[in-house]
DNA sequence: TTAGATGCAAATGTTTTGCAGGGCT
DNA sequence: AGCCCTGCAAAACATTTGCATCTAA
């Protein structure tokens, strides 16, 4: 890992540089939501040191400050972090693997306006996550 | 509480029918999805002698059932459940007031059809999340 | 009668926090 | 130098589980 890498975009959030947050940010980047343990254990594949508590701050910090995106979608009590991309994504998880697809369409479409008319709500975001199986996993599901 | 209420269901899904089945039946009918210690804390105040593992329990075994809908929707560390209605539905979370507004329609329309073509994916379920602010707290929101 | 349900307490797993020491600016 | 960040261990929560007792069928 360079040395000032994701200097700017810490910067401009008036966070220090540190060897954790860049390294979060760095494993974050173009992959799948992960959570701590998993951050936590790439982390020491890298031959990082760090505590899983430092792991939890940072993750917590980032993603306060837009610089992370964390969700709960996965069933299974453990929140995800994920490097939020370009573009707005959504999430299908496999039933059976588990694994996790980013999806790059969005079946929102002006349902702003219905939730602004019919609910009187107003919308800042949404997320919508998809389950069911993966090509892999298609063969395999029960029935 | 009348005697054989939930009886049919629950008996339809092979389950004895026993008072706390009942209760957590009745406190989720017609019910925003509850926390563990929302429901618990009902049961409480209806003065039935449960307990909180109880609740966990009943929870869980009902859900698997599908006599319940379990969710992670709230970002607060704590798993909800919701008695599901005649027809499909999904949440607006207010970010102001955390209240949650059960909306019955639905974009997401023939996403499936997509998901299918463009990413070879089975799709069985989806859950769509809101947020934003509520009619209530539309005054308050933050800039 | 008996398999299944519950209460209680202890165990587990995830996440948060206090405090002392270390690192970024 | 000064404040923020981190490590460590303990604490705080949410949830699960073992076991003895109770209860619906």
Do not use: W
Request: contains cysteine; hydrophobic residues 30%; neutral net charge.
């Amino acid at each position: 890992m360079q040395k000032e890498i994701y200097g700017d975009i810490l910067n401009k959030e008036n966070l220090r540089i540190t060897k954790s947050r860049q390294m979060v940010l760095d494993i974050l980047k173009d992959s799948p939501p992960k959570s701590i343990d998993e951050i936590f254990m790439i982390a020491k594949e890298r031959d990082a040191k760090v505590s899983i508590s430092t792991i939890y701050r940072t993750c917590e910090t980032l993603s306060q400050k837009g610089l992370l995106y964390k969700s709960n979608f996965v069933e299974d009590g453990k929140a995800r972090y994920e490097y939020p991309g370009k573009q707005h994504k959504h999430h299908a998880v496999c039933m059976n693997c588990h694994n996790i697809i980013s999806i790059d369409d969005c079946p929102f479409g002006e349902f702003d306006e219905v939730m602004k008319s019919k609910y009187h709500f107003d919308v800042k975001s949404h997320s919508i996550e998809i389950y069911g199986y993966c090509s892999d996993c298609k063969l395999k599901q029960p029935q």
